[in-house]
Protein backbone atom coordinates (compact mmCIF):
# COMPACT_ATOMS: atom_id res chain seq x y z
CA UNK A 1 0.00 0.00 0.00
CA UNK A 2 1.22 3.75 -0.50
CA UNK A 3 1.48 6.31 2.02
CA UNK A 4 -1.91 7.59 0.52
CA UNK A 5 -3.77 4.72 0.54
CA UNK A 6 -2.78 4.23 4.14
CA UNK A 7 -3.80 7.74 5.11
CA UNK A 8 -7.39 7.23 3.39
CA UNK A 9 -8.11 4.25 5.45
CA UNK A 10 -6.84 5.85 8.45
CA UNK A 11 -9.15 8.60 8.02
CA UNK A 12 -11.81 6.36 6.93
CA UNK A 13 -11.52 4.52 10.58
CA UNK A 14 -11.16 7.49 12.57
CA UNK A 15 -14.11 8.69 10.49
CA UNK A 16 -16.03 5.83 11.65
CA UNK A 17 -14.94 6.35 14.99
CA UNK A 18 -16.11 9.60 15.36
CA UNK A 19 -19.73 8.74 13.93
CA UNK A 20 -20.07 5.85 16.84
CA UNK A 21 -19.36 8.41 19.10
CA UNK A 22 -21.50 10.94 17.79
CA UNK A 23 -24.56 8.11 17.85
CA UNK A 24 -23.31 7.11 20.89
CA UNK A 25 -23.39 10.70 22.60
CA UNK A 26 -26.86 11.33 20.79
CA UNK A 27 -28.02 8.23 22.36
CA UNK A 28 -26.66 9.05 25.97
CA UNK A 29 -28.16 12.75 25.79
CA UNK A 30 -31.80 10.71 24.72
CA UNK A 31 -31.24 8.73 27.93
CA UNK A 32 -31.11 11.39 30.16
CA UNK A 33 -33.81 13.56 28.38
CA UNK A 34 -35.85 10.64 29.02
CA UNK A 35 -34.73 10.14 32.69
CA UNK A 36 -35.36 13.84 33.27
CA UNK A 37 -39.35 13.63 31.81
CA UNK A 38 -39.88 10.44 34.18
CA UNK A 39 -39.00 12.16 36.84
CA UNK A 40 -40.97 15.11 35.86
CA UNK A 41 -43.94 12.69 35.18
CA UNK A 42 -43.55 11.48 38.74
CA UNK A 43 -43.48 14.56 40.90
CA UNK A 44 -46.54 15.70 39.08
CA UNK A 45 -47.93 12.30 39.71
CA UNK A 46 -46.97 12.51 43.42
CA UNK A 47 -47.99 16.50 43.02
CA UNK A 48 -51.60 15.21 42.06
CA UNK A 49 -52.18 12.60 44.88
CA UNK A 50 -51.19 15.48 47.33
CA UNK A 51 -53.67 18.02 46.31
CA UNK A 52 -56.76 14.74 46.08
CA UNK A 53 -55.32 13.84 49.71
CA UNK A 54 -56.05 17.77 50.71
CA UNK A 55 -59.05 17.77 49.16
CA UNK A 56 -60.29 14.83 51.42
CA UNK A 57 -59.04 15.73 54.19
CA UNK A 58 -60.80 19.27 53.32
CA UNK A 59 -64.35 17.35 52.78
CA UNK A 60 -63.83 14.96 55.85
CA UNK A 61 -63.37 18.65 58.29
CA UNK A 62 -66.12 20.27 56.51
CA UNK A 63 -68.56 17.13 57.07
CA UNK A 64 -67.92 16.95 60.69
CA UNK A 65 -68.00 20.31 61.16
CA UNK A 66 -71.60 19.99 59.40
CA UNK A 67 -72.03 16.78 62.02
CA UNK A 68 -70.99 18.81 64.96
CA UNK A 69 -73.47 21.52 64.21
CA UNK A 70 -76.29 18.72 63.35
CA UNK A 71 -75.99 17.60 67.22
CA UNK A 72 -76.02 20.71 69.26
Known amino acids: MSFLENAK???QATGK???EW???AK???GDAVDDVKADAKVRSAEADVKKAEAERD???AKNDYK???RDK
Open 27 to 29: ERI
Open 22 to 24: ADD
Open 58 to 60: ATH
Open 17 to 19: KVG
Open 9 to 11: DAA
Open 67 to 69: EDL
